[in-house]
């Protein structure tokens, strides 16, 4: 098959970190995939132990506070979509909010938008949302102790685990920011001005302590008393505007999800604040009509039909996705076959239509609107869990809790700090993501549930900024419609556009020169990048759980 000869041109060229790589693995009862082996581990202890897909997120959340503090975190935010097996689907929303002093123009300066104040120090944090949401979670569909949930994290925190190449590269690339803020400096500088190396003992005396606090006493462990007043110390000391009233008023929220069907599959998807369900959606709409089948995976035609829909939608994107708290998402008319039709309308296969030519659609009657981690996880009995979690930036606004030991969030980022202005990932924004006190702000972060027949067949997520959109898309279309398993359509050469700027991204190394010369004659700007890096299951033909991690990062599966 044609997907054959693409993926072993990308196990040949692809740099690969320490992610497990080769064919899917497989599972009979639980499986968990995380971008952190021991995190995995400790989801599939959980899952062994009689916990269901809740208990062993929450302790995969947990453990990845410790072992991956560039994105797992306790400091930040994310979403979760959980499926049951009795059918029952929920969505939590544990996004970060801004704070209640925050404004509109909190970083404009003399009339100049100031950027570096969104995305370091302390006023670039988002009021945290993770612990309040596994404290939800746990409450609505736990069934084990909460301490119990929280023991490994402390144990890796406390005894240490040993830095991978990529943890200790990772935290090398960052110092001379950690070294800008007190607590950084005692956490993550290595000692004696050297650097990290791998196989280094990393140990989190002060974390250990801060998450004891949690599994004593749940949400009070970290909104109230010790931790909470350190955390406003933190930002009273380096200019932070979150309070003890932001951290106690704090809290998470249960959506209905978005729903999509596609040729025989439904999706169950994180809705707004996320804005990566709506885009999603609309790609799918536009894209169905084609025979994508007949295109080919990886073909010309095929790639310029899902760089075409990818425009439009993120075009859309930029105009009407916000907090839907605060401002009123037209989902039913954004996903509907008949917009998403008219969208396409300006399509042609022989070229494209050029992102200064092309703004949002209209729809009728509507006024006016890189680092992340995802995993995995399927229990034996068929309950399915996907969470999407951030601090957004790599190691957040790298500012750690003096005393607590964790890392805090640059999320507010996220919002249209100033509309027109694109943020840290080139993503333009609006009014409807605009800043406003208690808001949460727009993510690009979808954790996604696919059912075939009454049953879960698929869990997706992916981090690397507004690329886990595209990613979960083409992770998805690489199982529904080329058959892939779960592995193959993880390690698949993946595209990405997002309207602005208008560059056709792609793998590295993976397009041919003929695949390149056609979509360069179609009028496409190609540039070589990263594509973000997917987290995925899927039931296997036979039953099986198949575990795919991403051969682009860091990544384990478990399960037995």
């Known amino acids: 098959m044609r997907h054959l000869f693409f993926l072993l041109i990308f196990f040949i060229l692809q740099p690969v970190a320490s992610a497990q790589t080769g064919w899917q693995k497989t599972f009979d009862h639980g499986a968990v995939s995380s971008a952190d082996q021991l995190a995995s581990e400790v989801g599939k202890q959980i899952l062994m132990q009689g916990g269901n897909a809740v208990d062993a997120a929450i302790a995969v959340q947990f453990a990845l506070a410790v072992t991956l503090p560039r994105a797992g975190n306790i400091g930040g935010g994310g979403f979760m979509v959980v499926r049951l097996a009795d059918g029952t689907v929920n969505t939590l929303d544990f996004r970060e909010k801004a704070p209640l002093s925050a404004s509109r123009d909190m970083y404009i300066k003399e009339g100049e938008y100031q950027s570096r104040l969104s995305k370091d120090g302390a006023l670039a944090v988002g009021v945290p949302g993770t612990v309040d949401g596994m404290v939800q979670a746990h409450q609505k569909y736990g069934t084990m102790e909460w301490k119990s949930l929280i023991e490994p994290a402390i144990k890796l ?3 240490g685990y040993s830095l991978s190449y990529s943890q200790a590269a990772g935290l090398n ?6 070294r800008n803020y007190t607590g950084a400096s005692v956490y993550f500088l290595p000692k004696n001005d050297s650097l990290f190396s791998e196989g280094d003992l990393f140990v989190q005396k002060d974390l250990a302590q801060t998450l004891t606090f949690i599994a004593d006493l749940g949400r009070d462990g970290f909104y109230a008393g010790e931790v909470a007043d350190e955390i406003v110390n933190e930002m009273n000391n380096l200019g932070g505007i979150i309070t003890h009233e932001d951290l106690n008023k704090y809290e998470s929220v249960w959506r209905a999800p978005v729903t999509v069907d596609f040729r025989g599959y439904k999706l169950y998807l ?9 885009a999603i959606a609309q790609i799918l709409k536009m894209m169905e009509p084609y025979p994508l089948e007949e295109m080919g995976f990886g073909s010309a035609d095929y790639l310029h039909v899902m760089a075409e829909s990818m425009r439009r939608a993120f075009a859309d994107r930029s105009f009407y996705l916000g907090d839907p708290d605060f401002w009123e998402v037209p989902i039913s008319e954004l996903t509907s076959v008949e917009y998403n039709s008219e969208r396409m309308n300006s399509f042609s296969m022989d070229s494209v239509t050029p992102s200064e030519t092309l703004s949002h659609g209209d729809v009728p009657g509507y006024q006016e609107s890189t680092e992340t981690t995802h995993f995995s996880i399927i229990d034996r009995d068929g309950n399915a869990v996907g969470i999407t979690t951030t601090l957004n930036g790599s190691f957040g606004s790298h500012v750690a809790v003096t005393g607590a030991g964790f890392l805090l969030n640059n999320e507010m980022d996220d919002f249209s700090a ?4 694109p943020n840290m990932f080139g993503l333009l924004g609006g009014e409807a993501n605009s800043i406003q006190p208690e808001k949460r702000m727009l993510s690009s972060m979808i954790p996604m549930i696919a059912t075939k027949d009454g049953k879960v067949v698929m869990v997706i997520g992916a981090a690397g900024g507004p690329r886990i959109i595209t990613a979960v898309l083409q992770n998805f279309l690489n199982m529904a419609v080329f058959e892939m398993d779960a592995q193959q359509a993880n390690a698949a050469p993946r595209i990405h556009h997002q309207w602005m700027p208008d560059i056709l991204f792609y793998d590295r190394l993976t397009l041919s020169p003929d695949t390149i010369r056609l979509l360069e004659a179609k009028g496409h700007k190609l540039r070589p990048s990263s594509v973000a890096r997917i987290h995925s299951l899927m039931i ?16 384990y599966a478990a399960g037995f």
């Open 157 to 159: 925190a406390e005894n």
């Open 173 to 178: 690339a960052h110092l001379d920011r950690f």
């Open 270 to 278: 994180m809705p707004p604040p996320s804005s990566g369900s709506v």
């Open 418 to 421: 100033q509309p027109g202005v």
């Open 540 to 555: 296997t033909e036979d039953g099986k759980i198949g575990a795919g991690v991403d051969p682009r990062g860091d990544g």
